[in-house]
Protein backbone atom coordinates (compact mmCIF):
# COMPACT_ATOMS: atom_id res chain seq x y z
CA UNK A 1 0.00 0.00 0.00
CA UNK A 2 2.81 2.65 0.39
CA UNK A 3 2.70 4.25 -3.07
CA UNK A 4 5.43 6.85 -2.34
CA UNK A 5 8.02 7.31 -5.20
CA UNK A 6 11.24 9.35 -4.39
CA UNK A 7 10.73 12.09 -7.12
CA UNK A 8 8.52 13.17 -9.90
CA UNK A 9 11.23 12.06 -12.64
CA UNK A 10 10.74 8.25 -11.03
CA UNK A 11 6.96 9.05 -11.21
CA UNK A 12 7.28 9.50 -14.95
CA UNK A 13 9.27 7.08 -16.03
CA UNK A 14 6.35 5.38 -17.86
CA UNK A 15 4.95 8.28 -19.81
CA UNK A 16 6.03 7.58 -23.23
CA UNK A 17 5.81 9.32 -26.43
CA UNK A 18 2.17 9.79 -27.79
CA UNK A 19 0.89 9.68 -24.58
CA UNK A 20 -2.37 11.70 -23.44
CA UNK A 21 -2.05 13.45 -20.10
CA UNK A 22 -4.63 14.92 -17.97
CA UNK A 23 -3.49 17.74 -16.05
CA UNK A 24 -5.52 19.33 -12.83
CA UNK A 25 -5.22 23.02 -11.86
CA UNK A 26 -7.73 25.64 -12.52
CA UNK A 27 -5.24 28.65 -14.04
CA UNK A 28 -2.34 28.57 -12.57
CA UNK A 29 -3.50 27.39 -9.26
CA UNK A 30 -3.20 23.99 -8.41
CA UNK A 31 -1.22 22.66 -11.36
CA UNK A 32 1.53 19.64 -11.15
CA UNK A 33 4.60 21.84 -11.38
CA UNK A 34 7.08 19.18 -10.45
CA UNK A 35 5.68 16.66 -12.94
CA UNK A 36 5.75 19.55 -16.00
CA UNK A 37 9.31 20.11 -15.03
CA UNK A 38 10.13 16.60 -15.29
CA UNK A 39 7.62 15.84 -18.75
CA UNK A 40 10.64 18.77 -19.86
CA UNK A 41 13.52 17.43 -18.55
CA UNK A 42 12.63 13.58 -19.92
CA UNK A 43 11.60 15.03 -23.60
CA UNK A 44 8.85 12.81 -24.27
CA UNK A 45 6.86 14.31 -27.33
CA UNK A 46 3.48 13.95 -29.42
CA UNK A 47 1.65 14.49 -26.05
CA UNK A 48 -1.79 15.21 -25.92
CA UNK A 49 -2.64 17.54 -22.63
CA UNK A 50 -6.06 17.63 -21.28
CA UNK A 51 -6.75 20.88 -19.17
CA UNK A 52 -8.50 23.45 -18.18
CA UNK A 53 -5.88 25.85 -19.51
CA UNK A 54 -3.49 26.42 -21.27
CA UNK A 55 -0.88 27.83 -18.90
CA UNK A 56 1.31 30.86 -19.76
CA UNK A 57 4.46 31.68 -22.27
CA UNK A 58 6.84 30.54 -19.14
CA UNK A 59 5.35 29.01 -17.12
CA UNK A 60 3.02 25.30 -16.34
CA UNK A 61 2.02 23.80 -19.77
CA UNK A 62 3.32 26.89 -21.49
CA UNK A 63 7.11 25.18 -20.79
CA UNK A 64 5.89 22.08 -22.48
CA UNK A 65 4.66 23.96 -25.50
CA UNK A 66 7.39 26.03 -25.56
CA UNK A 67 9.88 23.03 -25.84
CA UNK A 68 7.29 21.84 -28.79
CA UNK A 69 6.53 18.76 -26.85
CA UNK A 70 2.87 19.13 -27.28
CA UNK A 71 0.48 17.78 -30.28
CA UNK A 72 -2.68 18.61 -29.27
CA UNK A 73 -4.37 20.46 -26.58
CA UNK A 74 -7.93 19.85 -25.02
CA UNK A 75 -8.94 22.60 -22.84
CA UNK A 76 -11.46 25.41 -22.47
CA UNK A 77 -9.86 28.55 -21.67
CA UNK A 78 -6.34 28.96 -23.20
CA UNK A 79 -6.33 33.49 -24.18
CA UNK A 80 -3.27 33.19 -21.01
CA UNK A 81 -0.50 31.73 -23.67
CA UNK A 82 0.92 33.52 -26.92
CA UNK A 83 2.98 30.70 -27.80
CA UNK A 84 -0.03 28.29 -27.70
CA UNK A 85 -1.65 31.43 -30.20
CA UNK A 86 1.32 30.88 -32.22
CA UNK A 87 1.47 27.56 -32.87
CA UNK A 88 -2.00 26.67 -33.80
CA UNK A 89 -2.14 29.57 -36.15
CA UNK A 90 1.08 28.08 -37.80
CA UNK A 91 -0.41 24.90 -37.77
CA UNK A 92 1.88 23.83 -35.34
CA UNK A 93 -0.39 22.52 -32.75
CA UNK A 94 -3.88 21.06 -32.68
CA UNK A 95 -6.44 22.23 -30.61
CA UNK A 96 -10.06 21.11 -29.36
CA UNK A 97 -12.03 23.45 -27.29
CA UNK A 98 -14.80 22.52 -25.04
CA UNK A 99 -17.12 24.99 -22.70
CA UNK A 100 -15.58 24.66 -19.69
CA UNK A 101 -18.68 22.37 -17.95
CA UNK A 102 -18.57 20.47 -20.75
CA UNK A 103 -15.08 19.22 -19.85
CA UNK A 104 -15.94 18.71 -16.41
CA UNK A 105 -18.37 16.52 -17.35
CA UNK A 106 -16.68 14.62 -20.23
CA UNK A 107 -14.10 13.85 -17.20
CA UNK A 108 -16.20 12.84 -14.53
CA UNK A 109 -18.45 10.76 -17.07
CA UNK A 110 -14.86 9.18 -18.09
CA UNK A 111 -14.08 8.23 -14.44
CA UNK A 112 -17.83 7.28 -13.64
CA UNK A 113 -18.26 4.65 -16.83
CA UNK A 114 -20.05 6.49 -18.90
CA UNK A 115 -19.33 6.64 -22.25
CA UNK A 116 -21.17 9.55 -23.39
CA UNK A 117 -24.41 12.16 -22.34
CA UNK A 118 -26.03 14.75 -24.16
CA UNK A 119 -25.99 18.48 -23.18
CA UNK A 120 -27.45 21.49 -24.90
CA UNK A 121 -24.28 23.55 -24.20
CA UNK A 122 -22.52 24.37 -27.66
CA UNK A 123 -25.85 23.51 -29.63
CA UNK A 124 -26.12 25.77 -32.61
CA UNK A 125 -22.05 26.78 -32.36
CA UNK A 126 -19.27 25.39 -34.02
CA UNK A 127 -19.06 22.97 -30.76
CA UNK A 128 -21.57 21.12 -32.02
CA UNK A 129 -20.79 20.65 -35.68
CA UNK A 130 -21.08 16.75 -36.95
CA UNK A 131 -22.87 15.92 -33.30
CA UNK A 132 -25.08 13.91 -33.00
CA UNK A 133 -28.60 16.23 -32.27
CA UNK A 134 -31.35 14.86 -29.65
CA UNK A 135 -34.23 16.88 -28.73
CA UNK A 136 -35.22 16.69 -24.50
CA UNK A 137 -38.32 18.46 -23.33
CA UNK A 138 -38.32 20.29 -26.95
CA UNK A 139 -34.70 21.47 -26.17
CA UNK A 140 -32.06 20.56 -28.77
CA UNK A 141 -29.05 18.82 -27.16
CA UNK A 142 -25.72 17.56 -28.34
CA UNK A 143 -24.19 14.32 -27.77
CA UNK A 144 -20.35 14.93 -25.89
CA UNK A 145 -18.07 11.75 -25.63
CA UNK A 146 -16.21 11.21 -22.09
CA UNK A 147 -12.81 11.85 -21.88
CA UNK A 148 -10.12 9.10 -20.62
CA UNK A 149 -6.61 9.77 -20.18
CA UNK A 150 -3.39 7.65 -20.03
CA UNK A 151 -2.05 9.28 -17.13
CA UNK A 152 -3.40 11.81 -15.07
CA UNK A 153 -0.92 14.50 -13.16
CA UNK A 154 -2.39 16.02 -9.59
CA UNK A 155 -1.31 18.23 -7.42
CA UNK A 156 -3.05 18.27 -3.67
CA UNK A 157 -2.47 20.31 -0.58
CA UNK A 158 -1.99 16.72 1.54
CA UNK A 159 -1.42 13.08 1.33
CA UNK A 160 -0.41 10.40 2.87
CA UNK A 161 1.95 7.05 1.59
CA UNK A 162 -1.52 5.28 0.26
CA UNK A 163 -2.77 7.95 -2.12
CA UNK A 164 -5.51 9.64 0.19
CA UNK A 165 -5.20 13.12 -1.09
CA UNK A 166 -6.68 16.99 0.39
CA UNK A 167 -7.09 20.04 -2.21
CA UNK A 168 -7.03 23.42 -0.87
CA UNK A 169 -9.46 25.69 -2.24
CA UNK A 170 -9.00 26.62 -5.96
CA UNK A 171 -6.85 23.81 -6.30
CA UNK A 172 -10.28 21.62 -6.39
CA UNK A 173 -11.55 22.50 -9.54
CA UNK A 174 -10.36 19.79 -12.09
CA UNK A 175 -7.62 18.02 -9.69
CA UNK A 176 -10.27 15.39 -8.41
CA UNK A 177 -12.37 14.37 -11.42
CA UNK A 178 -9.48 14.18 -13.37
CA UNK A 179 -7.79 11.44 -10.25
CA UNK A 180 -10.59 9.26 -11.60
CA UNK A 181 -10.06 9.32 -15.31
CA UNK A 182 -6.76 7.88 -16.17
CA UNK A 183 -5.13 4.91 -16.26
CA UNK A 184 -2.17 5.55 -13.93
CA UNK A 185 -2.35 8.27 -11.63
CA UNK A 186 0.30 10.33 -10.11
CA UNK A 187 0.18 13.35 -7.54
CA UNK A 188 2.42 15.36 -6.13
CA UNK A 189 1.85 17.17 -2.55
CA UNK A 190 2.85 19.41 -0.62
CA UNK A 191 2.82 18.27 1.99
CA UNK A 192 2.87 14.00 2.48
CA UNK A 193 1.44 12.72 6.19
CA UNK A 194 1.28 9.58 8.05
CA UNK A 195 -1.28 7.68 7.46
CA UNK A 196 -3.97 8.48 9.83
CA UNK A 197 -3.20 11.90 10.19
CA UNK A 198 -5.80 13.00 7.51
CA UNK A 199 -9.33 13.68 8.90
CA UNK A 200 -11.48 10.99 6.85
CA UNK A 201 -14.02 13.13 6.31
CA UNK A 202 -12.04 15.18 4.38
CA UNK A 203 -10.39 13.40 2.00
CA UNK A 204 -11.25 14.55 -1.62
CA UNK A 205 -9.55 11.31 -3.44
CA UNK A 206 -9.31 8.58 -1.51
CA UNK A 207 -6.02 6.60 -2.00
CA UNK A 208 -7.88 3.80 -4.42
CA UNK A 209 -7.75 6.25 -7.37
CA UNK A 210 -3.86 6.56 -6.98
CA UNK A 211 -0.70 5.29 -8.57
CA UNK A 212 2.19 7.22 -6.79
CA UNK A 213 2.78 9.74 -5.02
CA UNK A 214 5.58 12.07 -3.72
CA UNK A 215 6.24 15.38 -1.91
CA UNK A 216 6.63 18.48 -4.30
CA UNK A 217 9.21 21.11 -3.89
CA UNK A 218 9.80 24.66 -4.68
CA UNK A 219 6.33 26.00 -5.87
CA UNK A 220 6.05 29.50 -7.23
CA UNK A 221 2.18 28.92 -7.08
CA UNK A 222 1.73 32.13 -9.46
CA UNK A 223 -0.95 34.27 -9.87
CA UNK A 224 -1.86 34.88 -13.42
CA UNK A 225 -2.87 38.41 -13.29
CA UNK A 226 -2.43 40.35 -9.71
CA UNK A 227 -4.95 43.12 -8.93
CA UNK A 228 -5.53 45.45 -6.18
CA UNK A 229 -7.72 48.14 -5.50
CA UNK A 230 -6.35 51.56 -5.13
CA UNK A 231 -6.44 52.93 -1.96
Keep these: MDKRVPNPDA ?13 GGFGLCGIPENLIAAVRRKGVKELTIVSNNAGVDDFGI ?12 ISTYVGENK ?4 QVLKGELEVELNPQGTLAERLRAGGAGIPAFFTPTGYGTMIGEKKEVREFDGRPCILERALRGDFAFIKAWKGDRWGNLVYRRTARNFNPVMATAADYVIAEVEELVEVGALDPNMVHTPGIFV ?21
Design 62 to 73: GLLLQSRQVRKM
Design 83 to 86: IFEQ
Design 211 to 231: NAIFQGANYEKRIEKRTVRPR
Design 11 to 23: AIANVRDGAVILM
